[in-house]
């Protein structure tokens, strides 16, 4: 069973940006893939990044590309989301995700259903 480890969130404003870091343990890191999503008061969650095992491959909805970035660092068992020119859409509880298959793909990945284990949240808040 895996365990992951939030941390980063703050209150920022609009234009602002901020790190993410999501820490793992509990099973092999470099075998699977990891994610982002994220959570606003009253609406579903949201999915906002994912990347493959060896981190060759990301994926970002149109809603964060351009702004959002994920990686990770395999040898740190962790995962990062750079985000830049946060605005007020973006306040939200984000949540860091394993994936349940190893050496998932592209496509994937991209589906954003694979996703099994999640953290404890870190709350994003930016005032515009």
């Known amino acids: 069973q895996v365990q992951l480890v939030e941390s980063g969130g703050g209150l920022v404003q609009a234009g602002d940006s901020l790190r993410l870091s999501c820490a793992a343990s509990?099973?092999?890191?470099?075998?699977?893939?990891m994610g982002w999503f994220r959570q606003a008061p009253g609406k579903d969650r949201e999915f906002v990044a994912a990347?493959?095992?060896?981190?060759?491959?990301?994926y970002y909805p149109d809603s964060v590309k351009g702004r959002f970035t994920i990686s990770r660092d395999n040898a740190k068992n962790t995962v990062y989301l750079q985000m830049n020119s946060l605005k007020p859409e973006d306040t939200a509880v984000y949540y860091c995700?394993?994936?349940?298959?190893?050496?998932?793909?592209?496509?994937?990945?991209?589906?954003?259903?694979?996703?099994?284990?999640w953290g404890q949240g870190t709350q994003v808040t930016v005032s515009s």
């Open positions: 995700a394993a994936a349940r298959t190893p050496y998932s793909g592209p496509r994937t990945i991209a589906a954003g259903t694979d996703f099994g284990s």
């Open positions: 509990g099973r092999t890191f470099s075998n699977y893939a």
């Open positions: 990347i493959t095992w060896n981190g060759a491959y990301t």
